[in-house]
């Protein structure tokens, strides 16, 4: 089997819309003024879009299977290196406005400190992102996928991730290090620090990876996976619905630290919307912004960095929650086009260097002209 052929398309092209997506919706949270986000149908609509992480969760977790790198040491070392890339994100995006003294002071008052805020560094750096989420959840998943070779099972560990979410959530023995640790895992103080705690998002990943065992188990074949996606989405949203509905103080309580029922209910929304995007994609002949949603994909870690960090530091410029929609959506044409730019960059520094890295061994100077 090729293994272009182990790819799958729709997942490409979910998470080149989630690059331009994102950057849409952190655009609107950073400058948007609360009426411009709630009160209107263009921010109300966005700020919906916001919810589409567990589609992002589901395709990681897919792709993880598939990947040509299986090694156990390899997740362990990517689970560490997105952790790190989470801190250094942190740090470009809040201590550089505050070091040269561009961060706005609303944003400051937004928790209750006061300029100067220099005691505050270490808070704001390790502020909890999708990155760590990422990362640490890696740190388990790369266990499972070396030891669990049952598809089954697979999936009956994520749901008891879900399970026990909410009772797990909150641990902390107030330890420095490992309070830190723990509140990546089970954090419940959102807005104020852990966006996604590992419980209950790592249950995300993980039917994720079920359904990638599946794939390779259907022989790769992309439409009876996305088949068998519909039907398993449609048995979660009628399990998941009236837990959410009937019971939703425990299971539900909020989107970013949902109990057993949220998860299995927007699970089975997001299978329903991934088997929808397949039959619109499968559809569509390969075209100019399908070309640019394959490139998103593919740098999908670097860009989802340079956009928060490059709006992260336009607050210094445009001032933060202020402005109205008509503004907001001209700052969103603006960073969309910087984050491209941005990429290009880089793409062009990985070149140079890797030609640099060549001619050392080669001993050819002329790559270097």
Known sequence: MKEQSKRILTLDVIKGISVIGMIIIHTLLVYANVKSQYETIIGSFIVFLGRGTSIFLICMGITFMTSSHQSLISALKRGILLVFAGLFMNFMKFMIPVIFNFAPDNFIQKYGWHAPIEQQYVYLVELGDILQLAGMSLLFVGFIRE??????????????????????????????????????????????????????????????????????????????????????????????????????????????????????????????????????????????????????????????MIQWILISWGKGIFGYRQHEIGYVSLLILLYIILTFLMQTLVDLIRKKKTLIDFSLISGDKRILK
Request: one cysteine or more.
């Open 147 to 304: 030891y669990v070779k049952n598809k089954y099972i697979m999936l009956a560990i994520g749901l008891f991730v879900a399970l026990i979410s909410r009772e797990v959530s909150g641990i902390n023995p107030d330890y420095p290090v490992i309070n830190y640790i723990l509140d990546l895992l089970f954090n419940t103080d959102y807005p104020a620090y852990v966006y996604f705690p590992v419980f209950p998002w790592m249950a995300f990943i993980i039917i994720g990876m079920f359904f990638g065992k599946w794939f390779q188990e259907l022989n790769y074949d992309t439409n009876q996976l996305f088949k068998n996606m519909l039907y398993v989405g449609l048995l979660f949203i009628v399990v998941g619905a009236p837990l959410v509905f009937l019971y939703g103080d425990y299971h539900y309580n909020g989107f970013y630290h949902m109990g057993p029922g949220g998860v299995v209910y927007f699970a089975g929304w997001t299978l329903l919307l991934l088997w929808l995007i397949n039959i619109i994609t499968v559809n569509v002949k390969e075209n100019s912004f399908m070309r640019i949603l394959k490139y998103c994909s593919k740098n999908l870690t670097s860009m989802y």
